[in-house]
């Protein structure tokens, strides 16, 4: 089908886009990649009154390094940008892993990570790897700019932190340790679909050889994606290997809320999640071992 | 506010002035007031693929972009490939390849091919499966095509180009 009528407008600066949003009220919306919101307006799901397109806000867009060594990559910057850039793949090879598993090449070339994460689908990739890795969300809105941790956005399926008028303007990862182990690892019937499930995993180790930090998170397999801390805890303290892989994708399995749909039934999502938390612990650790 | 917009499309290296209702995509576009009828549209939801154009260098879903949003980027449609009567080698070894039957997705998977090939002269065979993995072909079972864009990296490499 085609998009109901809307009034499109295409700022320059972040604040006049915050002034038109404002302007058009409450059905107003902003566009990034249009790769989930277009969708959905040609599906007549959704139907804003005005379109505010972020596309030609330079201040959105790009990945740098701070003196911090903390990696920040504007909203606005496009999937495929992130899958290839060689700062990302250095800076968050985590990242750097999961991007090409997002949908397909066409989609990448348009998509943005501001726009995947404030359209916040469960199952899909950004989401997760942001959360895993504790990064910061920066917003812009009506009372200025504030930050929100990963862990506090992501609210139920599809919905987030972000109040009316608010933009993702930048994500925050924290500095990459050089000796982190990571992983991701997804199960799709198709290259592109979204997954069923997929599990993010990183582990630090200290100089004893055991683990000192860990993240593991799940996407498809709640309403927002998951951290699984209890398998976390597990880990944490331990010297790497299959046994206590398998032992934190037990505890994970407790974490796990799946639900079912045509794609895979609960069940399936639980079973199969257990055994990606193991391979994708275990892919984490025979990278460097 | 404006109910119809001006935008200037560079299509296939000329540009067409063109007054646009906001909500009208590119594919609509290029369809509708161009004429370009190259580039079909399956889906309309950016599932099929069939869509595709390259826009600057990437290959992207013209149902997902609007025109207003195209305004001063290179566009470039199945109809730009050939050289007149002329297939392109792309098009050329789909034939050879019989990488088509009823054609309708043949335009989406031209352009896909078109710049991955401009990205990477020679892909493996999984690299082009994962290429096209975002366009829909009901005809072939998928073997030909991957045969034909394998094909042409190897003909280009040969012919130096």
């Not at chain 2, 009823?102 to 065979?125: D, H, K, M, Q």
Request: with cysteine; net charge negative.
């Amino acid at each position: 089908m085609k998009p109901p009528k809307f009034d499109y407008f295409a700022p320059d600066s972040i604040e006049s886009a915050l002034a038109l949003l404002t302007e058009h009220g409450e059905d107003a919306r902003y566009l990034g990649g249009g790769q989930s919101l277009v969708p959905m307006m040609n599906l007549r799901v959704a139907a804003p009154s005005a379109l505010i397109d972020l596309n030609g806000i330079a201040a959105l867009r790009g990945i740098r390094i701070d003196e911090e060594d903390r990696l920040h990559i504007g909203a606005m910057t496009r999937t495929r940008q992130i899958e290839l850039d060689a700062t990302i793949a250095r800076a968050n090879p985590l990242l750097h892993e999961a991007a090409p598993h997002i949908a397909h090449i066409q989609i990448r070339n348009r998509g943005t990570i501001g726009g995947s994460l404030a359209h916040a689908d469960p199952a899909a990739e950004l989401p997760g790897v942001v959360l895993v890795c504790d990064a910061e969300i920066k917003l812009f809105g009506p009372d200025g700019a504030r930050s929100v941790a990963t862990g506090d956005f992501f609210k139920n399926i599809f919905s987030t932190a972000l109040q009316d008028g608010d933009m993702i303007t930048e994500i925050v990862f924290p500095a990459w340790p050089s000796t982190r182990r990571w992983a991701f690892q997804e199960i799709s019937r198709r290259e592109g679909d979204f997954a069923m499930i997929g599990i993010a995993a990183w582990f630090d180790l200290d100089d004893a050889g055991r683990i000192s930090a860990a993240g593991l998170a799940a996407i498809g397999a709640g309403d927002t994606p998951l951290r699984l801390s209890s398998g976390e805890t597990v880990l944490i303290g331990q010297a790497p290997g299959e046994k206590i892989f398998a032992e934190a994708a037990r505890a994970s399995l407790s974490d796990l809320q799946p639900g079912s749909d045509i794609h895979a039934s609960a069940e399936y999502r639980r079973e199969v999640g257990g055994v990606l938390v193991e391979r994708t612990l275990k892919a984490a650790w025979e990278r460097s071992s | 506010m404006t109910a119809q917009h001006s935008v200037t499309l560079n299509v296939n290296g000329t540009a067409h002035d063109c007054e646009v209702e906001a909500r009208m995509t590119l594919a609509d576009c290029l369809r509708e007031k161009l004429d370009l009828t190259g580039t079909h549209l399956g889906c309309e939801h950016g599932v099929c693929g069939a869509c595709t154009v390259i826009v600057d260098g990437a290959a992207v879903r013209s149902c997902l972009m609007f025109a207003v949003q195209a305004q001063g980027v290179q566009i470039t449609t199945v109809e730009g490939l050939a050289d007149g009567d002329t297939l392109s080698d792309l098009q050329q070894a789909f034939h050879d390849n019989f990488a088509l039957q009823c054609g309708f997705c043949t335009p989406g998977f031209l352009t896909t091919a078109e710049s991955v090939l401009a990205e990477n002269p020679s892909p493996t065979r999984a690299e082009v499966q994962s290429a096209i993995s975002g366009n829909i072909c009901r005809c072939t079972g998928y073997v030909p095509i991957i045969d034909a864009i394998l094909d042409t990296a190897k003909r280009r490499r040969e012919g130096g180009q």
